[in-house]
């Protein structure tokens, strides 16, 4: 018997010896998987790991992060490094950048660096923490300075990266300059998020922002107290069809001397079909990517013909997102303005087709339905200039009437044609 547990003693021991071996040979290569999806799923930035040099308790990895300008292509590259601890069931991953910092960066950052740790777990979860240190620099040339307070930020990854639990909180910034000042105060986020497939996430986000304000010299002070959002989404008919909801609340508006609010925006999706919108998604990123690795000596006419290619793959990805059914509106909408309330709801559906339908294209456009009520005071119109030139031409079609004191347009959408306050306006298809 003592000797089946020595023995069984040796095993423990040599699994444990052995473990941080193993942790990191899966640590580097999950890493090198990780950043190949990053640079994979999007167009945005690309991660790049130059060296990583794995040894028995612990590892270092050199690398950088190229930003990509989607309206140039122009690329701006920032170098980090990390140092990754092996442990028995999982790593530590402690990021940072460079010792050689720019005397430019350096400003910003003079004692404490922003800091990005993951740890994580060979089952598959892990725990990223961002820490952003306090700024407090001067311009001492044009006199503007920047204050920015201490940020925080955590995710909680589970289910091998498909859940994940985020918060951020960051209490604001201030810039104070001769040419304006600027503010945020007070920025929450909680987020929990479910992958669904492909680049599609479900979840809930509860985010809020206490105040934004912004001023300039000889010009009337504007700021934004009480923003926040709220959304959540779900998945029906197994992960096949999306539902989302989302509210939009601001608590008051400054401006012009005047303080006015409350302010709320309602947005539902009802029934969208998930595979037409992942085709609609890899369009729209092939035409990214597209653009961006277009050759240096391709003509015009290849230019022409390579945006036209993208176009009809992007409408006939509309076309069958139409085809599948769905609502899509805005049933709230109440703003506040000195001279009263804007009001209204707007809505767009439309029906499933059937296979033989989805084959007439025509019937994609002849299937939408939807409403529009929109309310406004007539004195808003009077008392800003440039509001009023949109407006007038509408109230002499008629698309715009006056009851009392308010301006209302009344419309549906049926059959090809949208009908405004009894005017019908026929629509041509648009797919």
Known sequence: MKTQWMVAGVVVLALGAAAPWGVGYYTEHQWQSVAAGINDSQTAFRVETRDYDRGYMNASIRGSVTVVMPETGEQQSFDYQARVSHGIT????????????????????????????????????GIVELTIPEVNVTDEQTGETMVFSRAYGRADIGSAGTTADIILEWPGMTVTGPDADFSVSDLKMEQSVEHLTGELWLGDVDMSLASLQISAPQQPKVAFSGLSIISTSDATENGARLNADASFKLDEVQANGEVFGPHEIQMRLDGLDVASMEALSAAMNDMQHAALNMPADAGPQAQMQQQMAMVQKISEAFSSL????????????????????????????????????????????????????????????????????????????????????????????????????????PLPPIF
């Open 90 to 125: 999982g790593s530590l991953m402690d990021f940072s950048t460079p010792e050689d910092l720019s005397a430019e960066v350096k400003k910003y950052f003079p004692d404490e660096r922003p800091r990005l740790t993951l740890e994580t777990r060979i089952w598959g979860a």
């Open 322 to 425: 139409a085809s599948e059914g769905f609502t899509f509106g805005f049933p709230k909408i109440d703003l506040s303005t000195p001279e009263g309330p804007v009001t209204g709801e707007i809505q767009l559906s439309h029906p499933e087709l059937s296979d033989e339908e989805k084959q007439q294209t025509l019937l994609v456009m002849q299937g939408l339905t939807g409403n529009l009520d929109l309310s406004m005071p007539a004195a808003l119109v009077d008392n800003n200039p440039g509001l009023a030139m949109q407006v007038a031409p509408l109230i002499q079609q008629g698309m715009v009437v006056q009851e009392g004191d308010r301006l209302h347009m009344v419309g549906t959408l049926e059959d090809m044609a949208l009908t405004i306050n009894g005017n019908v306006i």
